[in-house]
């Protein structure tokens, strides 16, 4: 496990990315509802006064219900909204490899020889054998390496956002449906929409590399031991 610094350091994006890029998403709720009018700004009214204290509630409310429902998400379901009924690519990336190699930066052959006796345990497993065990394993050595914890934090940061944008969406819909402060705009739900496909598409790169990222590492590392000893 790794130690409680550690762990902040890999979550800290929670603190800053996270809520500037909700805040920023809820601006644009309010601009495209028409609840927030900059137009507005130069001749100030009560009326005004209290709508800006209207304003101020919804996106309180909105800020407070998306990161709390959000927060309490587990992993799991996270990774479910990205890779859906797909197997996120742990699961299965020792036999993706060998079907399919994808990185320039380690040799096929010499993963296969590294991970030999991981390569026996899958065939004696069924198809649907979870290889993340495995891998998690390999990743445990090398979790504070910078090449795999960048990536892992830009796959945590990505998947984090792409899930606050699917609740953005749902608590724009029940306030817009219950509330009656907001007038339905279907070009911010159009522009949430196409932002969560981008999101998504980038988790799942993110995600794939950063498990590449750890038997990179760890092949090139024992290549590297290799050539010592025959030194």
Not at 98 to 119: G, V
Request: contains cysteine.
């Amino acid at each position: 496990m790794a130690d409680s610094r550690e762990y902040r350091n890999l979550k800290e994006y929670r603190d800053k990315e996270l809520k500037w890029f909700l805040l920023a998403n809820i601006i644009l709720m309010l601009v495209g509802s028409g609840v927030l009018d900059f137009s507005k700004v130069e001749s100030i009214s009560i009326s005004d006064i209290s709508s800006l204290l209207g304003i101020t509630a919804v996106s309180s409310a909105i800020y407070i219900y998306t990161f709390i429902l959000d927060s309490v998400l587990p992993s799991r379901v996270k990774v479910f909204l990205v890779f859906l009924w797909k197997r996120q690519p742990s699961c299965t990336i020792f036999t993706d490899m060998e079907r399919k190699f994808e990185d320039d930066r380690f040799k096929l052959e010499d993963a296969k020889k590294k991970y030999s006796q991981i390569y026996e345990r899958i065939k004696s497993e069924p198809s649907s054998f979870d290889q993340t065990p495995l891998w998690y394993e390999i990743y445990n050595k090398y979790r504070n390496n910078t090449i795999v914890f960048g990536s892992n934090r830009d796959y945590l940061l990505l998947r984090d956002m792409h899930s606050k944008t699917i609740v953005t969406i749902l608590a724009y819909i029940l306030l817009w449906w219950f509330s009656g402060l907001l007038t339905f705009s279907l070009k911010f739900v159009i522009y949430l929409s196409i932002m969560t496909v981008c999101l998504n598409i980038g988790a799942r790169v993110q995600g794939k590399r950063m498990v590449y990222n750890v038997l990179s590492v760890d092949v090139n590392e024992s290549a590297l031991e290799d050539s010592d000893k025959e030194r």
